[in-house]
């Protein structure tokens, strides 16, 4: 080979005595083929790829930049030089001897190389990134290989005369154009055209050298230094990575993986069946036996009611594959570079080894050294540039996976049947988004640990066989034993985890009760009960995470003992085995550099399996929620029918699939455009019915036909957190006449005059500023301008007042409304419409009774009739009552179509008041009159933007903390964990490091043995001495870490359990207002993620910044202590460190702080979209809500993203000064080798080759621990809000007061927030003894502020309220609240028991407990449930009908019996009969109490002994029903509205 070679170059291609002189250097054969052929080599196997762009492009070529055109410039010059050298050759040949081959070829071949380069450059305008990769390694390359014929031309030139002038010029020209293209292709080619791309994300268009450098992302942290980062400064996602796309992959492998995995569960299932029915004589079986074997199979359903029995089976083992499948490009690039960088981090030690030899030897040259010192260099520099790409990709695998995850849970949801549903409540599907999908994220990340960790463990294990031959074995013995105690520990900790989870889920359960009810819990005085539930599970909590703790301080434990155990181990082998075994410096810190490359995945490994293990149990359940059943709509068909236009057929449906009928054999047919009512009890399955409709039902036989869109109006009214507008339009488009006619037809204008920004007004989650019957008048005219083909409405007109239902019906609703070209289909409890329908169902226990029309009905005598005569005559009534009603109106004012009813009377909670309030001072804005004009000067008042009003924004944004974590949070944190805690926390750390110095220290001492005794026999006592100290020194290390940890695991519980104490205590003292102003999330998320971190986040950030800290300090040391000069390096070094740091730290933690803005709209958005599921689905609106999930999603994404790039960013440029490091320790090592001993040396090398890992975890750990510390500053901001009234003051009131219940106001004053307008101005009245009395008023006249200051949910503003001589301002809250007993107007149930419900502390007997139900009517249902008084109640008690809960809240107040009772008129939920039961309960019952009825229909009222009639927060009108209504004002006016004429009318 050789010979053919120097043939070919015409001299000596290889000669070993070249390298053994000082002045080394390569033979010119080497020089003209090895040097030149690799780099070229290179290039013609990766090149020709990049001009496929050319061949298959049909995107047009971007235009010719300067930068191109230099490039092009360049390359021709370089192929000119070639051109030249050619010629040169060839005139050269003719004038003498033939020339040798090479002198051709090499010319020729770069001719071609260069023709390349130019095609290269030219097809990458085709491409968004105009810069080639490939071709930037070749520059880098051939420059590299360039060098040494440079130098030694360099060096011939200076010794001698140049011998080949034109040949020497043409080199350097040569090696000078292609150092220049080098330096030019690292700058980023942008085309004009993608000027824009850039700017929403210049990643797109770096190139190369910016990628692996990730230097397009510095913009960005100097932005983020210069100013806190706002989302919008945030850079777009690439197109590939936006969740769309990445989901739409997912699902098509998700589709294909599902459908057999379904298969295998089919097979599981007809194998279990087959071995518990034993079929071999199961042909011949009775009737009756196989009837017994149903009944067995049928068991292990029933017991899933107590969720004690084995969950159901679901698809297994699907998820992991379609998730490879999906993401495999990633996976395989990652794969690569792990590889290349694993390989790498092997040659470190070898290189070491040749350095501390090149020390120990006298005769080696110079040169070599510097070589050495180079290579560690270039390693350690491609070491970190393989890393960086290598997490890179796993991080955008991490985040990839959790936003496919999360979009497909979102959009299961939307899909899922309601018994899938039923499964996991909303608390539980959010968990499977933040935790489950989370899980993955993190598991992404650490994947490739599963094959890198063994594969290092093996490789480490060679290397030392090769330097400590078989005594290694000890150390792996010692390693191998602590797996096995390691598992133990893992697996101790995955079960306490395991049951703190279950923790978790349920505190955050009750929690959001108690939030979603507290004004419940406020009134009802009932805090401390909740309160203890929540610390005794808090309790639970604790003592797991205790014993976590310890395990964990366990495993660090076993951990740091771990390397120094394994050297130790194997060194004392090592001597001791034989006398001729001598510990020198080569080989101990070779050994110990391959001990710390084992240490990694050593400690990798473990934690990536107990990863493996958590993941897989999120694996199961988001397998089990992915996998299970969708909806089954195939009972809902469309066919074309004619003269129909809902038609059921035998219709049987039911709301699990083996559950009881709600309703059975329905056969109805509804013609297009009728208006059809359906009456019926409580729970005589109305609800099912429209249920059944909407398909949200499982069919058991017979079918429903529908023709034509559907519009949908729940029960209880699904409002979005958007502005009142969108949630009209619904994602419509506007149609501004038609939107102003529906806002018309629903009686939407006066509330839009009273909302302080119109219908930009923006909304709280659950609709929390509107009041009940606005939502639901917002959620009728959101159905009324989806102008669908059929309406389902389920009793709409239940929460608005009477004379407004009466208004909806005659415009929106009945046969004259908007809608009466429609198919209607009418859900109501309100008898005085049925007269005006066309057709009447009545359901009794789930099947039509009867139907038609109404007199058809009368006629018949059936249950409808005898129901209608329970409540009087009503036939001839209601229709007098109407047409007097319209008969007064008309006279009042000419053409009844304009008469626009005033507003209704509704729940208004603080907020809706304040609003209110604010508004009417801006009520100039919007004039009075409803003329057109006026409309016209409004709706140009709306185009005109106006300021933001006070109070149109409802929610304060959330505060995003921006800047420097103040340092004070630090302290708080310390000392809520005691200072002295963490003084010895931080003197244990300390003695740790101070021993570990001493080890290593130690060990260089005992290497320089070997020089010392270089020929003798080594003592033994010396011997011992060594191997004994060195282990004690170690154990010592240990020992001061354990201390530490158990210390600081110890601290942090306490910690933990002050802040939660805080923050829980104060939450629940702060005054509704707060509730109404905050949303409930943002609270939860203080409970859930904030709380978690300081738990267990922050003590492990804490633990491991300290130790990351002292490790960096110590390695400096021992390095400077070898070689002193370093201390100088070390300056410039951490100035560039402190500043890099800075720079990157405020970005991290902004961007940290955006990640979690931007991801509590991700699962509010969850929240909403599954609370109104039913709503979404009639409407069909899947796709926007999904599309919304999408944008929503891509929104986090790009912060997380901009984040994991950011410490990208970071480690390279830390990973440079830990390669510099090691460089320069290196060379000084080299350059003062005449001063320095072998074991010296190798410590301060190794010591910096551990350097660059700790450098980057000591900036991680920092931005960690702030962001983290973040928490401790969220949770203090809600311990610091201001608290209500003290809940028991020194003054209490007289045993069982108040004994008569009179009630007295003085001149009582009353406002929202100190800066607003009074709402009550002045009132003065007494209520006697067990007087009844009605308060009316218009909306906003303070009739729900009279109740709020009863309970003191706001405090007077002057004068006072006297309970029998009491005055309650100078009581304790709960004192005084514990005395009175309110109804309150919508029902809220709490998760727990019945009994629980009723009585939280366990005040009252059974006895007593029953008593109360029986007089609710609730006796004979609690008895009939299969628990009786311990049934538990579902989340927001989901499982009883609204008219249940409504009488179980009317059992409260019966237990309570206090001597004043406050009924906020809750019958608007409830059918005539179950009102006419609370009526006749509260007459009889609390006869001898005071009663006050806030009253919304006047027929309740009517028999009070007197009325207070409220005006503008004054009393206006205050005297008995009869008095009132003769003298004509205010009252008589709302009388007649509501068509009571005189007394006897309403008495039913």
């Known amino acids: 080979?050789?010979?053919?070679?120097?043939?070919?170059?015409?001299?000596?291609?290889?000669?070993?005595?070249?390298?053994?002189?000082?002045?080394?250097?390569?033979?010119?054969?080497?020089?003209?083929?090895?040097?030149?052929?690799?780099?070229?080599?290179?290039?013609?196997?990766?090149?020709?790829?990049?001009?496929?762009?050319?061949?298959?492009?049909?995107?047009?070529?971007?235009?010719?930049?300067?930068?191109?055109?230099?490039?092009?410039?360049?390359?021709?010059?370089?192929?000119?030089?070639?051109?030249?050298?050619?010629?040169?050759?060839?005139?050269?040949?003719?004038?003498?001897?033939?020339?040798?081959?090479?002198?051709?070829?090499?010319?020729?071949?770069?001719?071609?190389?260069?023709?390349?380069?130019?095609?290269?450059?030219?097809?990458?305008?085709?491409?968004?990134?105009?810069?080639?990769?490939?071709?930037?390694?070749?520059?880098?390359?051939?420059?590299?290989?360039?060098?040494?014929?440079?130098?030694?031309?360099?060096?011939?030139?200076?010794?001698?005369?140049?011998?080949?002038?034109?040949?020497?010029?043409?080199?350097?020209?040569?090696?000078?154009?292609?150092?220049?293209?080098?330096?030019?292709?690292?700058?980023?080619?942008?085309?004009?055209?993608?000027?824009?791309?850039?700017?929403?994300?210049?990643?797109?268009?770096?190139?190369?050298?910016?990628?692996?450098?990730?230097?397009?992302?510095?913009?960005?942290?100097?932005?983020?230094?210069?100013?806190?980062?706002?989302?919008?400064?945030?850079?777009?996602?690439?197109?590939?990575?936006?969740?769309?796309?990445?989901?739409?992959?997912?699902?098509?492998?998700?589709?294909?993986?599902?459908?057999?995995a379904q298969a295998e569960l089919e097979k599981r299932k007809r194998k279990k069946r087959c071995r518990e029915g034993d079929p071999d004589h199961g042909n011949n079986m009775s009737k009756a036996q196989s009837q017994d074997i149903l009944v067995l199979e049928k068991q292990p359903k029933r017991k899933k009611k107590g969720n004690s029995g084995p969950r159901k089976d679901f698809p297994r083992g699907w998820l992991v594959k379609t998730l490879c499948k999906t993401f495999w490009q990633n996976?395989?690039?990652?794969?690569?570079?792990?590889?290349?960088?694993?390989?790498?981090?092997?040659?470190?030690?070898?290189?070491?080894?040749?350095?501390?030899?090149?020390?120990?030897?006298?005769?080696?040259?110079?040169?070599?050294?510097?070589?050495?010192?180079?290579?560690?260099?270039?390693?350690?520099?491609?070491?970190?540039?393989?890393?960086?790409?290598?997490?890179?990709?796993?991080?955008?695998?991490?985040?990839?996976?959790?936003?496919?995850?999360?979009?497909?849970?979102?959009?299961?949801?939307?899909?899922?049947?309601?018994?899938?549903?039923?499964?996991?409540?909303?608390?539980?599907?959010?968990?499977?988004?933040?935790?489950?999908?989370?899980?993955?994220?993190?598991?992404?990340?650490?994947?490739?640990?599963?094959?890198?960790?063994?594969?290092?463990?093996?490789?480490?294990?060679?290397?030392?066989?090769?330097?400590?031959?078989?005594?290694?074995?000890?150390?792996?013995?010692?390693?191998?034993?602590?797996?096995?105690?390691?598992?133990?520990?893992?697996?101790?900790?995955?079960?306490?985890?395991?049951?703190?989870?279950?923790?978790?889920?349920?505190?955050?359960?009750?929690?959001?009760?108690?939030?979603?009810?507290?004004?419940?819990?406020?009134?009802?005085?009932?805090?401390?009960?909740?309160?203890?539930?929540?610390?005794?599970?808090?309790?639970?909590?604790?003592?797991?995470?205790?014993?976590?703790?310890?395990?964990?301080?366990?495993?660090?434990?076993?951990?740091?003992?771990?390397?120094?155990?394994?050297?130790?181990?194997?060194?004392?082998?090592?001597?001791?085995?034989?006398?001729?075994?001598?510990?020198?410096?080569?080989?101990?810190?070779?050994?110990?550099?391959?001990?710390?490359?084992?240490?990694?995945?050593?400690?990798?490994?473990?934690?990536?399996?107990?990863?493996?293990?958590?993941?897989?149990?999120?694996?199961?359940?988001?397998?089990?929620?992915?996998?299970?059943?969708?909806?089954?709509?195939?009972?809902?068909?469309?066919?074309?029918?004619?003269?129909?236009?809902?038609?059921?057929?035998?219709?049987?449906?039911?709301?699990?699939?083996?559950?009881?009928?709600?309703?059975?054999?329905?056969?109805?047919?509804?013609?297009?455009?009728?208006?059809?009512?359906v009456v019926g009890a409580v729970g005589s399955g109305k609800s099912s019915l429209v249920s059944a409709m909407l398909g949200e039902m499982e069919n058991i036989k017979g079918h429903i036909n529908i023709q034509g869109s559907l519009a949908y109006v729940p029960q209880q009214a699904w409002i979005q957190n958007a502005t009142l507008k969108d949630n009209i339009l619904f994602g419509s488009e506007l149609d501004e006449p038609r939107y102003q006619q529906v806002i018309k037809a629903c009686a939407l204008l006066p509330d839009l005059e009273l909302l302080p920004a119109g219908d930009q007004t923006e909304i709280g989650e659950k609709g929390i500023n509107l009041s009940g019957g606005q939502k639901q008048r917002v959620s009728l005219a959101r159905a009324v301008y989806s102008n669908a083909d059929i309406y389902v409405l389920d009793d709409p007109l239940s929460a608005v007042d009477a004379h407004v239902g009466k208004y909806l019906f005659e415009h929106v609703l009945g046969p004259k409304g908007l809608l009466q070209k429609k198919t209607r289909i009418l859900v109501t409890h309100s008898i005085s419409f049925l007269p005006q329908v066309d057709n009447i169902v009545v359901l009794v226990a789930g099947a039509v009774s009867e139907h038609g029309s109404y007199s058809t009905l009368l006629a018949n005598r059936g249950a409808f009739a005898q129901f209608l005569?329970?409540?009087?005559?009503?036939?001839?009534?209601?229709?007098?009552?109407?047409?007097?009603?319209?008969?007064?109106?008309?006279?009042?004012?000419?053409?009844?179509?304009?008469?626009?009813?005033?507003?209704?009377?509704?729940?208004?909670?603080?907020?809706?008041?304040?609003?209110?309030?604010?508004?009417?001072?801006?009520?100039?804005?919007?004039?009075?009159?409803?003329?057109?004009?006026?409309?016209?000067?409004?709706?140009?008042?709306?185009?005109?933007?106006?300021?933001?009003?006070?109070?149109?924004?409802?929610?304060?944004?959330?505060?995003?903390?921006?800047?420097?974590?103040?340092?004070?949070?630090?302290?708080?944190?310390?000392?809520?964990?005691?200072?002295?805690?963490?003084?010895?926390?931080?003197?244990?750390?300390?003695?740790q490091y101070v021993a570990f110095v001493g080890t290593n220290l130690w060990l260089s001492a005992w290497t320089d043995d070997a020089q010392r005794y270089l020929n003798q026999t080594y003592p033994v006592e010396q011997r011992d001495l060594r191997i004994g100290v060195f282990g004690a020194l170690g154990v010592s290390q240990a020992l001061f870490l354990l201390f530490a940890t158990i210390l600081s695991a110890r601290g942090a519980m306490r910690a933990s359990r002050v802040m939660h104490q805080q923050l829980l205590s104060n939450i629940l003292r702060v005054p509704m207002s707060f509730f109404d102003t905050t949303p409930t999330g943002r609270i939860v998320n203080r409970f859930a993620k904030d709380i978690f971190t300081i738990d267990e986040t922050i003590p492990m950030s804490f633990r491991s910044w300290l130790s990351c800290f002292m490790a960096i300090i110590s390695t400096l040391l021992m390095i400077a202590l070898a070689t002193p000069f370093f201390a100088l390096v070390i300056i410039p070094l951490s100035i560039f460190y402190y500043f890099v740091l800075r720079f990157y730290v405020s970005t991290s933690r902004q961007l940290r702080r955006l990640d979690s803005v931007t991801r509590s709209p991700i699962y509010s958005h969850f929240g909403e979209t599954v609370s109104g599921l039913s709503v979404i689905r009639a409407y069909g609106h899947q796709e926007r809500f999904v599309q919304q999930n999408e944008s929503t999603m891509d929104i986090n994404q790009k912060s997380v993203y901009s984040w994991i790039v950011s410490n990208r960013w970071l480690a390279i440029r830390l990973e440079f000064v830990g390669s510099l490091v090691v460089f320069f320790s290196a060379l000084l090592a080299v350059i003062s080798k005449s001063t320095l001993q072998g074991g010296i040396v190798g410590l301060s090398v190794s010591s910096a080759l551990n350097v660059t890992q700790t450098l980057n975890w000591l900036v991680r750990t920092s931005s960690e621990l702030e962001t983290n510390i973040v928490a401790v500053e969220r949770v203090h901001e809600y311990t610091k809000v201001k608290n209500e009234a003290p809940w028991v003051t020194e003054k209490r009131p007289p045993r069982g007061w108040p004994s008569k219940g009179e009630i007295q106001f003085i001149d009582y004053k009353v406002r929202y927030r100190p800066e607003l307008e009074l709402v009550l101005q002045g009132i003065t009245c007494n209520i006697g003894s067990t007087e009844k009395v009605g308060v009316v008023g218009r909306t906003g006249a303070g009739k729900s502020s009279l109740t709020n200051c009863l309970f003191r949910v706001l405090e007077a503003a002057g004068g006072t309220i006297i309970i029998d001589e009491v005055d309650i301002a100078t009581i304790g809250l709960h004192d005084l609240r514990q005395n009175l007993t309110i109804i309150p107007q919508d029902p809220v149930l709490f998760t727990g028991t019945l009994r629980m419900n009723l009585d939280p502390f366990d005040q009252y007997t059974d006895k007593e407990v029953w008593k109360a139900l029986e007089l609710a009517h609730l006796k004979t249902y609690v008895q009939d449930l299969p628990k009786g008084l311990l049934h538990l109640v579902t989340e927001g008690g989901e499982n009883l009908s609204v008219g249940q809960r409504q009488l179980l809240c009317l059992a409260r107040a019966l237990l309570r019996k206090a001597k004043i009772l406050i009924l906020d008129e809750a019958t608007a939920a409830v059918d005539l009969e179950t009102d006419h039961l609370i009526q006749t309960t509260i007459r009889s019952e609390f006869a001898a109490c005071t009663v006050l009825t806030i009253a919304h229909r006047l027929h309740t009222i009517m028999d009070s002994n007197r009325v207070m009639v409220l005006q503008a927060g004054r009393i206006v009108e205050y005297d008995s029903p009869e008095e009132l209504l003769k003298k004509q004002g205010v009252f008589s006016v709302m009388a007649k509205d509501a068509g009571i004429v005189n007394i006897e009318t309403t008495m039913l």
Request: aromatic content about 12%; proline content about 4%.
């Open 1 to 260: 080979m050789s010979a053919a070679l120097e043939e070919f170059c015409g001299s000596v291609f290889w000669n070993a005595s070249y390298l053994a002189r000082p002045d080394a250097d390569l033979p010119v054969c080497f020089q003209q083929t090895v040097l030149v052929w690799v780099p070229l080599g290179f290039f013609w196997i990766l090149a020709p790829w990049q001009l496929l762009p050319m061949c298959k492009s049909r995107a047009k070529k971007s235009s010719v930049t300067k930068l191109y055109i230099i490039k092009q410039v360049l390359a021709t010059l370089l192929m000119l030089t070639a051109v030249a050298e050619l010629a040169l050759a060839f005139v050269e040949d003719t004038e003498q001897d033939p020339l040798p081959a090479v002198q051709y070829t090499n010319p020729s071949l770069y001719i071609a190389t260069w023709l390349l380069v130019l095609l290269i450059h030219d097809a990458r305008r085709f491409c968004l990134c105009r810069d080639s990769g490939i071709l930037f390694c070749f520059w880098t390359l051939s420059l590299l290989c360039g060098i040494l014929p440079f130098q030694s031309l360099f060096r011939r030139a200076m010794q001698a005369p140049i011998s080949d002038v034109p040949r020497f010029v043409l080199f350097f020209i040569f090696y000078g154009l292609q150092l220049l293209l080098f330096l030019v292709s690292g700058f980023s080619d942008v085309a004009p055209e993608t000027k824009e791309i850039r700017k929403k994300n210049p990643e797109v268009t770096a190139s190369f050298l910016s990628s692996i450098t990730f230097e397009w992302y510095t913009s960005m942290v100097f932005k983020g230094y210069r100013k806190p980062l706002e989302i919008e400064d945030i850079w777009e996602l690439k197109g590939k990575d936006k969740t769309q796309a990445i989901y739409a992959v997912l699902e098509k492998n998700m589709k294909t993986a599902v459908r057999k």
């Open 331 to 677: 996976l395989l690039l990652s794969v690569a570079f792990k590889l290349v960088h694993d390989g790498l981090v092997f040659v470190s030690p070898q290189l070491l080894k040749l350095l501390i030899t090149f020390v120990s030897d006298e005769e080696s040259f110079a040169w070599q050294g510097y070589l050495y010192a180079i290579l560690l260099f270039l390693t350690a520099l491609i070491q970190s540039l393989c890393l960086q790409q290598y997490f890179s990709l796993c991080f955008q695998l991490g985040i990839n996976v959790r936003a496919s995850l999360i979009a497909a849970i979102y959009k299961k949801a939307l899909t899922m049947s309601s018994a899938t549903r039923k499964e996991s409540t909303v608390g539980e599907t959010v968990n499977l988004m933040s935790a489950d999908a989370q899980r993955f994220m993190d598991m992404a990340n650490f994947i490739h640990q599963l094959w890198s960790s063994p594969l290092q463990i093996i490789l480490s294990i060679v290397f030392l066989w090769g330097e400590l031959g078989p005594s290694v074995l000890a150390g792996i013995a010692v390693m191998v034993l602590l797996i096995p105690i390691n598992g133990f520990l893992v697996a101790k900790a995955k079960t306490i985890q395991v049951r703190n989870m279950k923790n978790k889920d349920e505190r955050m359960k009750i929690m959001s009760e108690i939030l979603n009810g507290i004004k419940i819990l406020k009134l009802f005085a009932w805090e401390p009960s909740f309160e203890k539930r929540v610390n005794e599970i808090r309790a639970r909590e604790l003592t797991d995470l205790m014993n976590f703790s310890y395990l964990q301080s366990i495993s660090v434990f076993v951990f740091t003992c771990a390397p120094f155990l394994v050297s130790l181990a194997s060194f004392a082998v090592y001597v001791l085995v034989d006398e001729n075994n001598i510990l020198d410096a080569q080989k101990a810190f070779t050994a110990i550099s391959l001990f710390n490359v084992l240490r990694f995945p050593m400690a990798m490994l473990p934690l990536v399996l107990s990863s493996l293990v958590q993941t897989n149990v999120s694996t199961e359940r988001l397998e089990r929620y992915l996998g299970g059943e969708d909806l089954d709509t195939s009972a809902i068909h469309h066919n074309p029918i004619a003269g129909s236009a809902v038609r059921f057929l035998e219709a049987t449906f039911a709301w699990e699939q083996d559950g009881n009928a709600a309703i059975r054999d329905v056969t109805l047919d509804i013609a297009p455009g009728s208006l059809v009512a």
């Open 869 to 991: 005569n329970l409540y009087g005559s009503q036939e001839e009534d209601a229709s007098e009552k109407n047409s007097t009603a319209v008969a007064l109106a008309g006279d009042e004012e000419p053409g009844d179509e304009d008469i626009e009813p005033c507003m209704e009377e509704g729940p208004d909670d603080v907020v809706t008041m304040t609003l209110k309030r604010e508004a009417s001072i801006h009520q100039r804005e919007f004039s009075r009159s409803l003329s057109k004009s006026s409309i016209n000067s409004w709706k140009k008042a709306r185009e005109e933007p106006p300021e933001k009003l006070k109070g149109q924004q409802l929610i304060e944004k959330e505060a995003v903390e921006t800047g420097k974590v103040k340092f004070s949070m630090y302290l708080r944190y310390l000392r809520a964990l005691g200072l002295w805690y963490s003084f010895w926390v931080a003197m244990g750390y300390v003695g």
